[in-house]
DNA sequence: CCAATAGTGTCTGTGAGACAGTATAAG
DNA sequence: CTTATACTGTCTCACAGACACTATTGG
């Protein structure tokens, strides 16, 4: 039989949340950064690449796998946002990062050992503010790889040591909008359904990079524009035009008067993040 | 003292979910649709508007204030989404519409209850489908007003008998993006976080509208390009110029031989959704 | 000089914005 | 005929894509 309460405080004071099916929660952090590969040629710039930050599991499930930097959430104290600050800086002592919520990953069997709800995010960084690692398990991977045919998408992941192949395949949602499911064809490395969430991610920043100032979260404070414009090129995965190019940042950045010298050919301006036009 | 396992099927045997610290969930839906408001004048044709499904709350907390239709989530037995379709069925009787993951809310105050962490879903359908109402507490609401100044967003939203007016602040959360944190200026009516998720929602929809074809999921499946571009002018609150419109949507749509007639001027063609070009 | 990147000038085609004009129904 | 919407033709301006050209360094 059902109490009747008349105020809410009443009611408050009687409510057992116990009584009802609850469960856990996860927030699992892509932290993904440009990095320079080092070139064999005086002269050539170094190539850049993406990569992104993974964590080797100590423990079960999945011990041995690779995964996300990601922990549970204390639902007394924090909100998944706080988690994943917190997890990201015990993992990496990086704090006033760029975060953005990405999605929310629910599937019934993700995580074997009971329902655990993730909820993902974005992080950004400029590697040179990565000092030290704190986790000796985790490991920055280059995206040597990242390619979409018929709808399957190849990534290679490379920390140096490991090499990581997934395959995923892209199965249109409905066809008035460019919502895909990601199905896992190939993984024998990552945990749970992190291949996934990495894709996502990487598709997030690509189609944020064109509407957003998001890059200057993954720039030094001075930068050049060829530097500038091999971030975008590598997130876009493809050769952008140089004028064209400085016509669409030139409102974004301003030139000061340092000079990047010593290259092997001729220096070039630094530049400044200026903010939004 | 802890146990060493070998196999993760050894682990798992063990593991027991209650001795972490667990949250419950629940799925909020943002039903969004566009309906006609009846003219007085036999010629013009009726002028559309947004509406959102709301249900007043017959219990506590915010017993008699209106929230989006939403239920907590079964962790044994579906995923986020299942229950969000669940929640709908139930209250309004329709099923196969679409359906989008919006966001994850999760302050730890937003549920006077306990900690309740909430995914909200976009939903959109056709008014025509809407036959019968189940839940007799659940009413449509017409945004009437929808308006931003100086970063502070009012909304009314009216259903013939109550009047609901918010106001949100929008607070940049950093210069390089266009993410906003929403701050309730007034809310008299509406329970938890709902008018924060509303604001959002339609946010997310008017965007999408621009580089998907979305829209269609709201439309009959004969429809005036005049009444087609009407739910677009309603959507993005500003009018739009005839050539440009039909030469953005020429690609989508196709002919079909039908006419509308009886309008008291010119008849137009009925066309149909033909797919992404 | 050479190799490599920095940086600019300019043509061209596409496409959105704008406006004006024609067409056709009901009353 | 009037009123309101349906539908089309065409001009202009902004801007992305493309290519060619000059500038400047280290070796």
Known sequence: MEKEYKTEEEFLKDYDPSEFDQLSMTADILLISVSDEESNNYRKTSKKM?????VKRDDFPYKGKWCLPGGFLNPKTETLEECAKRVLKNETNLSNIYLEQLYTYDALDRDP???VVSTSYIALVDKNRLTEMINPNTSWFDVVLLE????????????????IHLAIKKELREKTTDRYKFIEVKNDALAFDHALVILAGLERLKNKLNYTDIVFNMMPEYFTLGELQQ???????????????????????????????????????????KGKK
Chains 1, 2 share one sequence.
């Open 231 to 273: 971030v975008y090129e590598v997130i876009l995965n493809k050769k952008l035009l140089d004028p064209a190019f400085r016509r669409i940042i030139a409102s974004k950045v301003e030139k000061t008067n340092k000079m990047k010298t010593g290259e092997g050919h001729r220096p070039s301006a630094l530049f400044k993040y």
């Open 113 to 115: 050992r009971t329902r």
């Open 50 to 54: 993406m990569s992104i930050l993974l």
């Open 148 to 163: 979409e045919k018929n709808n399957i998408v190849d990534i290679t992941l490379d920390n140096g040591k490991d090499t």
